[in-house]
Each structure stands twice: as structure tokens, then as C-alpha cells.
């Protein structure tokens, strides 16, 4: 049985300082990545550098609210999870983001970062699993992509590739090969939505011995595109 981490008023890590504007902190199963299935507690932050053609959640492009990362922890705390999963937008673009995943760990929680790898990881506690999301050229920003983040993830770490059509399968498959990224950490196939066929992308990856997982987003499955689900 996993211990649900607690946290009263007057032991909030040191290290969570610094406002955060937040677009959404929801709870539900993760629908992603190695924990898919898992109940989770989601905190959205607001804003993103990129534009990516098949975007979900352009919604928290902008607006939410200023919290400071206390309230966000306490917050937290309210659905008794294990799992946290910071998201976004891009939550990197955000500063102090840095230090809430410092005082999430620090709280006891199993911690998962969700970035476009457009911006640098180094910063991000070794012990939060980063989720880096390279683009393909079928998201429009594919020029975004800091390669030099691959030398920075560690096992534990994930490396997604959103497919959009039969060129992005091949530009990926291209770079799993070229950077040996499997020996490197988990590597995950996801296809776009209800564009390209998830049939379709398992069959090129089984005929290609592509070392690799395909993933389903298994929110989509379930809710759509709802927000907050």
C-alpha cells in the first residue's frame, strides 16, 4: 500500500516559494506514460512558448490564477494521491516551477513533469520523472526542440513522439535510432487524436522492431477533450 504523503500548515517545504499562475489543479487518471491508469493529481500551469498544430489544451494559453505555491501544496494535499503530475502549457516557462516540483518531492509525493523539451531541463529535481515531449515536424515545431536535453534524462525519464502521419512516424523512428534513446530511458509513440490511426502506427512500429511504446491517451478514451479530466 502506498503512503499518501500529508503536509499540515506549518511544514510546507522551504523551497516552495514563488507565485505560480495556474490554469486548473484537478484530479483523475493519469492517461498518459508510464503511470497511465493511475489516479492523479494534475496541477495545470498557464502559458506556452510553442504553438503546436494539434494542441489540446490551448485553453491555458492564457488567463487562470496567481497562487502562491503553498496554497498549491495545501491543495494538493486535499485529494490524497500519490501521484502529481505538473503540466501545462509549457510549465518550464514559468520560473518558479522549478521549486514547487522541489517542494512536491520534498512533501513525499511520486512527481512526473510534463515538457515540450523546448526549454532546459537541467534545473528539474533529479527525482521528478520528466515526460519530454519531442516535436515532430507534423506539430509545426519541430525547430523548438533542445536537443541537448536528451543527454540530461536519466532511466527514469520518459521521451514522448506525438504522431501526426507516416512522415513523423519515420522522423522519430530516425531519431529513437540515431540517439540510441531506448538505452537511454523509456520512449513512448503517441498517435494525434482522431487523425492519425492507432492501428496504423502499431503495424509500422512491430514491422520497423521499433523499441518503443505505443500509447493511447486513455482520457481521450474515456472523456474527450473535456478540461480537467
Request: charged share 20%; hydrophobic share 40%; glycine share 8%.
Amino acid at each position: 500500500m502506498h503512503h499518501v504523503p500529508t503536509m499540515q500548515h506549518d511544514d510546507t517545504p522551504a523551497a516552495a516559494t514563488g507565485r505560480l499562475r495556474i490554469t486548473e489543479i484537478f484530479y483523475s487518471l493519469q492517461g498518459e506514460a508510464a503511470t497511465v491508469g493511475l489516479p492523479t493529481v494534475f496541477i495545470r500551469l498557464t502559458g506556452c512558448p510553442l504553438r503546436c498544430g494539434y494542441c489540446d489544451t490551448s485553453y491555458a494559453f492564457q488567463g487562470g490564477e496567481w497562487m502562491e505555491q503553498a496554497d498549491i501544496l495545501k491543495r494538493v494535499t486535499e485529494f490524497e494521491s500519490v501521484y502529481v503530475t505538473v503540466t501545462g502549457g509549457e510549465p518550464l516557462a514559468q520560473k518558479p516551477c522549478v521549486q514547487l516540483l522541489v517542494g512536491l518531492c520534498d512533501a513525499g509525493y511520486s512527481v512526473s513533469l510534463e515538457t515540450s523539451g523546448a526549454l532546459d531541463i537541467a534545473p528539474v529535481d533529479p527525482r521528478v520523472c520528466k515526460v519530454m515531449d519531442l516535436k515532430t515536424p507534423g506539430s509545426g515545431e519541430v525547430e523548438r526542440n533542445r536537443m541537448k536535453n536528451i543527454a540530461l534524462l536519466a532511466p527514469h525519464d520518459q521521451v514522448k513522439f506525438v504522431i501526426c502521419d507516416r512522415e513523423d512516424y519515420q522522423w522519430a523512428r530516425a531519431i529513437v535510432r540515431e540517439y540510441q534513446l531506448d538505452s537511454v530511458c523509456g520512449v513512448l509513440f503517441s498517435p494525434v487524436h482522431e487523425q492519425q490511426d492507432a492501428t496504423q502506427l502499431a503495424d509500422w512500429i512491430l514491422h520497423d522492431r521499433l523499441p518503443v511504446r505505443l500509447q493511447i491517451q486513455l482520457h481521450k478514451v474515456l472523456w474527450g477533450n473535456e478540461p480537467g479530466r
